[in-house]
């Protein structure tokens, strides 16, 4: 077999083999085939695409090319999430608890977050003492005391995964809707849960622009992970605006609490709950999906999802010792709205921007993350304003840059017309 033959067979947009795609990634990972070749088949399939068949035997040699974690010693069903990332995404720690509080195994490694969207991991580490660290014994062990533990992802899952997304980045093939699945579930499947539920966030704060672009994404997603034998659903959901009121980590934290308290963002509580209801009932805690909402909002306003949540950031050495004090800044800076209206639009990328700037994210992988900086929107798309209303408040500990207000600025729309309020879930694909 030549690696020349297979890309000019994807040139001419021919259907390779599950052998042909395991000799590419055998022979990438181990540094067999250059660089130049595998960009050339990069290149190939960007523009020509790969079937749901192709995508499947990608993942799959993907997955196979490192460790896979075996998660049998868990009793029960595995339950696991992932987003494709978004302005103010805490989804994860409100949806863990929840879901573990209602009897879910939920066994999750996650990433950090770089550009304008936040990283699970970074709002966990905002929490004094937070370990993400945790040897693949005591996260076993952990899930089946508590049931749910979130632990970074090793450097030997997928390795094939990072070099190819590291080559996909310097030679414009990131925006693949296949290779970006055949990652994403590559990593997924490799953690060994039996239950994925995938949230796709589309809108200006998001990766994917477009509804067919995300509807496209998850049913490719959704066809990998039932050709290997897992139940896959996908949330195609909204991200016009920041999900929530606050960006940035331990605003973020606070407002996880205050949503597993039971007065949270209706948004971000609508879409935990809809996520909790899918998977209680693949794990067959509930009959069906109404049951599986009730339940989600009976452990809401019953204390009993925030019990969970202080349990396992106590597992796992994290501790809030004095909630009112958890957010310590410099200054609160008013930022107001310049005339009268309503709210049209709230520019996610613009929030997440901005928030990244005053120093609540990371431009680049070596950046330090302030912990208590960041926004929280007053004011939601719908609302009404009056002119110098408060649209938002910045939580600084440095000054307040020009280009920061520039990004604020051009964040919110304010119209003359009143405006409807679209669904947080656009579509649920299963």
């Avoid at 290149?43 to 068949?53: E, L, P, R, S, V």
């Avoid at 950090?112 to 993400?132: A, C, P, Q, V, Y």
């Avoid at 997928?158 to 994403?184: G, M, N």
């Avoid at 704060?205 to 996908?234: H, N, W, Y």
């Amino acid at each position: 077999m030549r690696m020349v033959d297979i890309i000019e067979k994807k040139r001419e947009a021919i259907e390779l083999t599950e052998k042909e795609i395991e000799f590419v990634i055998q022979g990438y990972t181990k540094g067999d085939i250059p660089d130049y070749q595998v960009s050339a088949l990069l290149m190939a399939i960007y523009f020509n695409g790969m079937t749901n068949d192709e995508a499947s035997h990608l993942t799959k040699a993907m997955l196979h090319s490192g460790d896979i974690i075996d998660l049998s010693q868990i009793k029960g069903v595995k339950v696991d999430k992932h987003s494709t990332g978004g302005v103010g995404d805490k989804t994860t720690l409100v949806l863990g608890p929840l879901v573990a509080s209602m009897g879910c195994k939920l066994a999750k490694l996650s990433g950090r977050g770089l550009g304008h969207t936040g990283g699970t991991l970074d709002k966990l580490e905002s929490i004094d003492g937070f370990n993400i660290s945790l040897s693949e014994e005591d996260f076993i062990k952990q899930v089946n005391d508590i049931n749910i533990a979130v632990a970074g992802q090793t450097k030997k899952l997928v390795p094939a995964d990072k070099l190819l997304y590291a080559l996909r980045d310097v030679t414009a093939t990131v925006p693949s809707i296949p290779l970006i699945a055949s990652s994403i579930m590559s990593k997924k499947l490799a953690s060994g849960a039996d239950v994925i539920c995938l949230d796709v966030k589309i809108g200006d704060g998001a990766f994917m622009k477009t509804i067919e672009d995300a509807r496209k994404l998850s049913e490719i997603m959704v066809s990998i992970g039932e050709s290997l034998g897992k139940k896959v659903s996908a949330f195609i959901t909204s991200m016009d605006q920041p999900l929530g009121y606050a960006v940035g980590n331990r605003l973020e934290v606070k407002e996880v609490i205050d949503t597993l308290e039971g007065h949270g963002p209706k948004d971000l509580e609508e879409l935990c709950v809809e996520i909790a209801a899918y998977m209680a009932m693949y794990a067959g805690l509930v009959s069906d999906i109404e049951a599986g909402k009730n339940l989600a909002y009976d452990h809401l306003n019953n204390g009993l999802a925030l019990k969970k949540f202080y349990e396992f950031i106590e597992a796992q050495g994290g501790h809030i010792d004095d909630l009112d004090h958890f957010i310590q800044v410099q200054e609160i800076y008013e930022f107001k709205a310049d005339k009268a209206g309503y709210i049209k639009n709230i520019k996610a990328l613009n929030i997440g921007l901005a928030s990244m700037k005053i120093g609540g994210g990371r431009e680049t992988k070596e950046d330090n993350i302030d912990p208590s900086v960041g926004i929280v929107l007053e004011k939601k798309i719908g609302d009404f304003v009056h002119k110098n209303d408060v649209l938002a408040k910045v939580y600084l500990n440095s000054k307040l840059g020009d280009n920061v207000l520039d990004d604020l600025k051009q964040a919110f729309i304010i119209s003359e017309d009143k405006q409807e309020i679209s669904p947080v879930i656009k579509e649920i694909i299963q």
